[in-house]
């Protein structure tokens, strides 16, 4: 008798127990739901560039193109490849004469969703930005008309700037980046672990993973790193509460060399966490590898406190549930060059 009434009473404690455990997870699923929204599965519409599989065809043939630079070897898929989470595994990219950029390399994965774009936001939109990197003497280091030159050479690109725009002059530098905008913003990532979380099944993360994301709640990583693409939604001082080394921050003064306010020195446009453990080296500088370090110093510099190593690792595990489907994108055949198409230049 005293055996069955043990058995029952661990029963119960065992129901008991579950069910408090049930409710802790959809606790903290419903205030992960106000901080943080799923990626969801389709782009969202651009008004002033609406969506067209034209237009998103011809934004793909242009993203992976090495014509559109000066030396006819770099392209955007150079910096922003999409086999390594749109990152590009360096600490600054290499450009145009092997010259080395100022800062590493923003995933393109889910870039549509940030309010702007690069590290110091001078660039409102994905058009925008794709006309950065084309002109940029460290990156393509091209021109506007060298490019139109040179697509207006092949009779593929015509005719699909023609299908994708109409006119009587379809191809134009405007176009290009429109329709680069428009490929770059069908890169999303939906479906992580953390997504499914998010939509209600709290047995989507390990206990351990959930520390990680209480963790990440409550010491207030989720205030530079909510929304939907877990950042990229304002600009924060990089060193709120303790400057970094200055290996860390190389010197470089963020968004005060485009503005020249004094409260914008080392402010900088949180990036995303999305996928994080894919994009390696992080910060502005790329000087930090490993993800756990990173955590590391994000607490002490921003939010002035020291995470244990149990709590670090714990964030770590968290963040690697951000990791969605990666776009599943076949590399085009490139419309012909004729004898009209520039050739490469190295100068």
């Known amino acids: 008798m005293c055996m069955k009434k043990t058995a029952v009473a661990c029963a119960i404690g065992a129901i008991l127990c579950f ?14 739901a106000k901080v943080f929204k799923p990626i969801p599965t389709t782009p969202p519409a651009l008004d002033r560039n609406p969506l067209t599989p034209e237009k998103i065809e011809l934004g793909r043939l242009l993203f992976f193109d090495p014509r559109l ?18 990152a590009d595994f360096q600490e600054t990219s290499i450009g145009h004469r092997w010259q080395k950029g100022g800062r590493n390399s923003p995933t393109v994965l889910n870039a549509i969703f940030n309010i702007a774009q690069f590290w110091d936001g001078r660039a409102t939109d994905l058009m925008e930005q794709a006309k950065g990197p084309v002109q940029a003497s460290v990156e393509m280091s091209n021109s506007p008309d060298a490019v139109v030159q040179t697509l207006k050479s092949m009779p593929g690109y015509v005719e699909r700037f023609k299908k994708a725009f109409g006119g009587t002059d379809p191809v134009t530098f405007d176009n290009m980046a429109k329709a680069i905008e428009a490929f770059e913003a069908t890169l999303l990532t939906p479906n992580s672990r953390f997504d499914a979380f998010l939509r209600g099944n709290a047995g989507a993360l390990t206990v351990r993973e959930k520390e990680g994301l209480r963790l990440f709640m409550n010491k207030g990583c989720a205030s530079c790193h909510g929304g939907v ?3 990229g939604t304002g600009y924060f001082p990089f060193g709120l509460v303790e400057k970094p080394k200055e290996e860390i921050t190389a010197g470089d003064t963020g968004r005060f060399k485009i503005t020249g306010a004094p409260s914008d020195q080392y402010v900088f446009k949180s990036p995303s966490l999305r996928n994080i453990e894919l994009t390696a080296p992080y910060f ?15 607490g002490s510099a921003q939010l002035g406190i020291s995470l244990t190593q149990d709590d670090v690792e714990k964030i770590a595990d968290f963040l690697k549930t951000t990791t969605g489907d990666q776009p599943r994108v076949e590399y085009p055949i490139l419309p012909v060059p004729t004898k009209d198409t520039p050739v490469p230049r190295i100068d």
């Open 19 to 32: 069910g408090h455990h049930t409710a802790l997870a959809d606790e903290l699923v419903e205030q992960a």
């Open 69 to 86: 630079s000066r030396s006819g070897l770099i392209s955007c898929n150079t910096c922003h490849n999409l086999g390594l989470g749109g």
């Open 229 to 231: 693409n877990m950042g």
């Open 284 to 298: 502005h500088s790329g000087k930090i590898w490993c993800l756990k370090e990173a955590v590391a110093v994000m």
